[in-house]
């Protein structure tokens, strides 16, 4: 028998009717449970803690992550600890040895050179499909963060700089409207930039080379030209690629 706070259970010969008026009195579980819409599941929270300290250098390329370090200083048992392990394995940014360790993936300069291609070719895709959807708000908001990137250098704060460079980029590839590529260009992104720190500290808190190339793809946007801001982006992502491996 059902308890007295059981939900009744309509046989199939009650009319639709008489259904929808039940159905209407039974309180949403959104109601019941508020925390779930408000609340990130620790899984998530572990992921993006080990994903923002291998971005921004703290867990390095070739470190060792131990599972149960890390699920005894957070308070969490190991199951959210090895889900957010293996989120982070297929994304690229670290390698999983069953039954053995957990490491910081260094990548190969093959990797690197992979990266910066497809970075090349998404961006310039993302601009070409922006055209004549890149408002002058944007552009304004684009050369905006261009301008904290100028104080960033003269600060020579590269953290800054770094995390102003990947607004600045996706900022203008919005108005294409390819949810899709934009999370693959974060991606690409997110796996570069404990390199991207290292390069542009050595080169001044931001590198000059890349604000001039900033510079061609901004006088592009505001010729309302994006093809030609497309073309600019490729030779930046280029000539980042070779400034990388220089300091590498």
Do not use: W
Request: aromatic fraction near 4%; glycine fraction near 6%; proline fraction near 5%.
């Amino acid at each position: 028998m059902a308890g007295p706070g059981a939900v009744r259970k309509l046989p199939d010969s009650v009319p639709r009717r008489e259904r929808a008026r039940t159905a209407s009195r039974v309180t949403p579980t959104a109601r019941l449970l508020p925390s779930v819409k408000e609340h990130r599941t620790l899984e998530e929270l572990v992921y993006r803690d080990i994903r923002r300290a291998i971005m921004d250098g703290r867990l390095a390329p070739g470190q060792r992550i131990v599972t149960n370090a890390i699920a005894a200083e957070s308070g969490v048992s190991r199951i959210p600890v090895i889900q957010a392990l293996r989120r982070l394995q297929s994304e690229g940014f670290v390698r999983i040895t069953p039954h053995k360790e957990v490491v910081v993936r260094r990548p190969s300069p093959e990797e690197f050179r992979e990266r910066f291609l497809l970075m090349t070719v998404l961006e310039a895709f993302c601009l070409r499909e922006s055209a004549g959807k890149i408002t002058p708000v944007v552009v304004k908001q684009v050369r905006a963060l261009q301008a904290e990137l100028v104080a960033a250098r003269k600060a020579k704060d590269a953290a800054r700089g770094a995390s102003l460079d990947g607004e600045f980029h996706l900022l203008m590839y919005q108005a294409s409207g390819l949810p899709r590529t934009l999370q693959i260009l974060q991606n690409l992104f997110d796996q570069g930039e404990y390199y991207r720190l290292i390069m542009h500290a050595r080169r001044g808190g931001f590198a000059k080379e890349s604000l001039e190339e900033h510079e061609a793809i901004l006088r592009a946007l505001e010729a309302g030209d994006p093809e030609k801001a497309a073309k600019a982006i490729e030779r930046h992502r280029l000539r980042a690629m070779r400034r990388l491996e220089e300091t590498a």
